[in-house]
């Protein structure tokens, strides 16, 4: 006999055992042969793609005018400042730029707890290195934090309306750090044909993994439904008028109008 109906995923499992803030492992089946590879492919690219989140823009080091500089007292060059910056795990609350200041004199080690910053922003790892300093070290840092989406250029995070010695940066604002997904047999009464689905999802701690999981779904149902809205009926043809002779007298009456009567555009007139 042959089955015509769909098999649909009807529960989703969490392995409750290995759930953490930053860790989660969730599995869903029956999947029609096929579908679970779909599934979890669409889910995994929204979820490093498409998952709002924090991290630093644009930033101003006192005495230094491009990254590519050095400061004297400093171990660390102007790049690999930077590069330890946008490493800092960020959450932020509310959709507006938010600014930190990092004020540090050596000798010893700046790091992201040294950051001064507002109570709607999160330092998710204290612990990150951004500088060694010696005795005579200072460092003057400020930050802008945005909140955004995947990976955006330093082109784009370029503010005309901050100073001249704010270097935009290239930032990460993912909170989703990796997913992997792996699809097996699943049995269906005596039929092995049919797929399970695992997904494994590690974040920054901005966002918990059940958390990230639901909004990838989300954005995925909110990108597929205007399909549910084709309606069935054929695709209908535009209404082919039919032609009316034109008496002779009136073609000659129009042929014979000015050229200033016919409303022509200014470039055609130029012609």
């Known amino acids: 006999m042959i089955e015509t109906g769909f098999q649909k995923p009807k529960y989703l499992e969490c392995d409750y055992e290995s759930l953490t803030e930053t860790y989660g492992r969730f599995s869903a089946q029956p999947f029609e042969r096929g579908y679970g590879v779909t599934v979890g492919n669409a889910l995994r690219r929204v979820l490093l793609s498409s998952i709002p989140g924090a991290a630093v823009t644009n930033v101003r080091i006192q005495g230094v005018l491009h990254e590519f500089s050095s400061l004297p007292g400093v ?146 149902r909110d990108h597929l439904i205007i399909f549910l809205n084709i309606v069935d009926e054929p695709i209908r043809k535009e209404a082919v008028q039919e032609k009316k002779e034109i008496p002779y007298f009136s073609q000659i009456d129009i042929l014979s109008k000015p050229i200033d009567h016919l409303e022509l555009s200014v470039r055609s007139n130029n012609c």
């Open 75 to 220: 171990v660390e060059d102007v790049t690999d400042i930077i590069l330890n910056i946008k490493s800092i795990p960020l959450k932020m609350e509310g959709q507006k730029p938010m600014r930190m200041y990092l004020k540090k004199s050596g000798p010893g080690e700046a790091k992201a707890a040294d950051i001064e910053h507002d109570s709607d922003i999160t330092i998710l790892d204290h612990d990150i290195h951004i500088a060694s300093l010696d005795k005579d070290g200072q460092l003057d840092i400020e930050m802008v934090v945005r909140k955004n989406r995947g990976y955006v250029t330093a082109d784009r995070n370029h503010d005309p309306e901050l100073s001249i010695d704010f270097v935009p940066l290239d930032s990460s604002h993912s909170p989703v750090i990796k997913v992997n997904y792996l699809v097996s047999q699943a049995r269906v009464g005596k039929r092995m044909d049919y797929e399970k689905l695992e997904l494994e999802i590690w974040t920054n701690g901005a966002i918990t993994p059940t958390e990230a999981l639901g909004q990838a779904a989300k954005l995925l």
